[in-house]
């Protein structure tokens, strides 16, 4: 390809010189952080440019050293050309971690030649330092010497690399993706259309059906393939969609051949009653999607509904404890795949000291955690939107702030962002209000596996108390320590002032915490 791969403004990406600073520097991290490689690198280019240029006499051409000298100046001048030609050439933004890890697998190949190139500059370091040392030396001691100093350095190299590396290459027992796509598959409805718009969502999941056979009723489209004009001529291959024009585009263009998505959808919806569900984002802006539809959480995807239906009451998924049972459905298949690991089950979520933000095995528990908190959104809206004061909406909104904590517990890195400690806060505040609560907590789904007899109330996390439930004699003053709290954060953190109701947050906690400090005891004490 042209190795301009991000298809967004690149205006501010990184340039050629900077990027191959980069290069250099992962090169001195693969190499364990040892400086003495990369000198030795540019010992063993020197080394074979020099042989190159100084070659024997054209009568011995034919020799094996002047066929690998000449090898050798074509390496190195092809290292060379590699990296100005791409880091030139390369656009994507190297600011974004995922991308830089995209871009960094382009420097194996220049990494192959940089550590041949070592090798060729430990060579001819050792045998020059022995020659020196040992110039009085009969040859054969010498030469002894000089391969035992190669073979131990060698083998030095090779332990070092192993205890360095051995762990995190060792990828024997990885089965993130397959637990990933399989999770996503069986948590659909039987006949379900799927769009899909993730790199790794769409491989794998395509892998499976295409190989493995699983899950073939369900019919899965890749949204960035779609919107090619090549497109047309692949749709001969999904009889029962119909495609309203070539291929997917945007609304805004004077492209009178493609179709948006609304377009599709108004097309398909009514002939796909078993769910149309998507994965990542649009492709495009569609005021009119927008304006029709609406995306319902279900489990690692998001289900489509004409906001219509949705809106009029009568939809199932309308009603918040409805939703929140409909929608654990596809978190307990989900779940199998993603629980801790234990003698039963090799994998849970990859760990982050193995899977950096670089690696696609990453995305997984980005994924996991974003849906995870979109789900307990969902419902602690609908809970809060409706009114309700039941048991059923106590059930909802302990569950929708039983997985937000789940989620600061499990990944507070990425997931304590302002619209969760806000909206934690809107749940604990609606809790304490309900009437139909006194001393015990409802009993919610255990969804996650979650180990809830290792320690006593107090030392507990706070997704185990709330996952726990039953008789707390406290909960309420512990729930309302929690709401000041998450409010109290949410207040201090950045970007929460971008947020449309932080005055309105701010009003009511100034308020709260004013009252509580003139009647007595601090919030959630007592």
């Given at each position: 390809g042209t190795l301009r791969l991000y298809s967004g403004n690149d205006d501010g990406s990184e340039g050629a010189w900077e990027r191959i600073g980069l290069y250099a520097q992962d090169f001195i991290v693969a190499s364990g952080n040892n400086l003495f490689v990369p000198v030795f690198s540019v010992v063993g280019m020197g080394v074979m440019l020099i042989t190159a240029v100084r070659r024997p006499a054209r009568s011995s051409l034919a020799s094996g050293s002047t066929a690998l000298s000449g090898v050798g100046g074509v390496l190195v001048v092809s290292h060379v050309c590699y990296l100005v030609v791409f880091h030139s050439l390369a656009?994507?933004?190297?600011?974004?971690?995922?991308?830089?890890?995209?871009?960094?697998?382009?420097?194996?190949?220049?990494?192959?030649?940089?550590?041949?190139?070592?090798?060729?500059?430990?060579?001819?370091?050792?045998h020059s330092v022995t020659d020196l040392l040992f110039k009085h030396t009969p040859t054969i001691i010498s030469n002894r010497v000089k391969t035992g100093l190669v073979v131990t350095f060698a083998l030095i190299s090779l332990a070092n690399s192993y205890w360095r590396h051995f762990r995190v290459s060792d990828q024997s027992d990885n089965n993130y993706f397959h637990n990933y796509a399989k999770g996503i598959l069986e948590a659909l409805p039987t006949g379900a259309l799927f769009f899909?718009?993730?790199?790794?969502?769409?491989?794998?999941?395509?892998?499976?059906?295409?190989?493995?056979?699983?899950?073939?009723d369900i019919t899965s489209i890749n949204l960035s393939m779609m919107s090619y004009p090549w497109w047309k001529t692949k749709k001969v291959l999904y009889p029962h969609i119909t495609f309203p024009g070539t291929h997917y585009t945007n609304s805004n263009r004077d492209d009178n051949t493609g179709f948006t998505f609304y377009q599709l959808l108004e097309s398909n919806y009514h002939s796909h009653p078993e769910g149309?569900?998507?994965?990542?984002?649009?492709?495009?802006?569609?005021?009119?999607?927008?304006?029709?539809?609406?995306e319902i959480p279900h489990g690692m995807t998001r289900r489509i509904v004409k906001r219509n239906q949705y809106d009029s009451s009568n939809h199932p998924l309308s009603k918040h404890d409805s939703f929140r049972r409909e929608s654990l459905r596809p978190w307990r298949v989900i779940s199998r795949y993603h629980q801790r690991p234990s003698e039963q089950r090799s994998?849970?979520?990859?760990?982050?000291?193995?899977?950096?933000?670089?690696?696609?095995?990453?995305?997984?528990?980005?994924?996991f955690f974003d849906h995870l908190i979109a789900r307990a959104s969902h419902l602690l809206d609908l809970t809060t939107r409706q009114q309700q004061n039941t048991k059923h909406a106590v059930t909802s909104l302990v569950e929708a702030a039983a997985w937000m904590e789940y989620a600061l517990d499990n990944d507070a890195e990425k997931s304590?962002?302002?619209?969760?400690?806000?909206?934690?806060?809107?749940?604990?505040?609606?809790?304490?209000?309900?009437?139909?609560?006194?001393?015990?907590?409802?009993?919610?789904?255990?969804?996650?596996?979650?180990d809830l007899d290792s320690a006593d109330f107090r030392s507990s996390s706070n997704s185990v108390i709330l996952f726990r439930g039953g008789e707390r004699a406290d909960w309420k003053a512990w729930a309302s320590q929690r709401w000041s709290e998450c409010w109290k954060e949410f207040l201090e953190m950045d970007g929460a002032r971008k947020d449309e109701s932080y005055r309105q947050v701010k009003k009511i906690y100034n308020q709260v915490m004013k009252s509580a400090r003139s009647s007595g005891p601090a919030v959630g004490r007592g």
């Open positions: 656009n994507l933004p190297l600011s974004n971690p995922l991308l830089f890890g995209i871009h960094k697998r382009f420097w194996l190949h220049p990494h192959i030649l940089s550590f041949l190139f070592t090798g060729v500059g430990i060579n001819y370091t050792l899909i718009n993730y790199d790794q969502q769409w491989t794998s999941v395509r892998y499976f059906q295409q190989c493995e056979d699983v899950r073939t149309i569900f998507v994965g990542g984002r649009l492709n495009y802006p569609d005021a009119e999607y927008n304006a029709n539809y609406i994998n849970g979520l990859p760990p982050l000291d193995m899977y950096p933000p670089e690696t696609w095995e990453w995305t997984i528990t980005r994924e304590a962002t302002p619209a969760l400690m806000k909206n934690l806060g809107i749940a604990y505040m609606n809790l304490v209000r309900q009437p139909h609560v006194t001393r015990r907590l409802p009993a919610i789904d255990n969804v996650f596996d979650i």
